[in-house]
């Protein structure tokens, strides 16, 4: 029984959003489903998909939260 966890931040995919819609989660799960048929041969009633969205806020690279890390990027461009 595989268990997949997609994080993904919570800002959207479009401009204006804030979040990742229903339909967008749904081909989340579908595609990582399908992966773990077409590799591993694990049939979709076995495979369990978690869709965790992280606030913007929790989350960083560089060793700076992710707001402030893309403030510095835009400044230097």
Do not use: C, Q
């Not at 993904?8 to 992966?35: H, M, P, Q, Y």
């Amino acid at each position: 029984m595989p268990i997949v966890t997609i994080r993904v931040t919570r800002e959207g995919s479009g401009a204006g959003r804030d979040r990742v819609t229903a339909e967008e989660k749904a081909a989340l799960i579908a595609g990582a489903s399908n992966l773990l048929l077409d590799v591993l041969h694990k049939p979709l009633e076995s495979t369990f998909v978690i869709v965790e969205e992280v606030e913007l806020e929790n989350w960083g690279w560089g060793g700076l939260p992710a707001p402030e890390y893309r403030r510095r990027a835009a400044a230097k461009k």
